[in-house]
């Protein structure tokens, strides 16, 4: 029973770490200019510009929506599951 429940906890904290991380990556690619950089190298030809800073932007977002995902998603069964148990 105590296996069960401590492999929960890694998976919780695992998950946790995830949300993080993705998060982290978001705040990375929004404050470094990795994104300008990978423009000017592509600027010869107009629509590569274009699909590096699509490809940029949905990866930029898709970590915030991610990260964000898993913590409110955690939070609120971590939250419904202690009030069930009181």
Not at 28 to 34: A, E, H, I
Not at 37 to 51: A, N
Not at 59 to 68: A, D, E, N, P, R
Request: aromatic share 16%.
């Amino acid at each position: 029973m105590t296996l069960n429940r401590t492999k929960g906890k890694f998976k919780i904290i695992g998950f946790y770490l995830i949300s993080l991380i993705c998060i982290s990556c978001y705040y990375l690619m929004d404050n470094y200019n990795v994104i300008n950089m990978l423009f000017e190298k592509t600027s010869r030809i107009p629509q590569d510009g274009f699909v590096v800073l699509l490809v940029a932007g949905l990866f930029q977002y898709g970590f915030l929506t991610v990260g964000i995902s898993i913590f409110v998603t955690l939070s609120f069964l971590l939250i419904k599951e202690k009030v069930k148990n009181d």
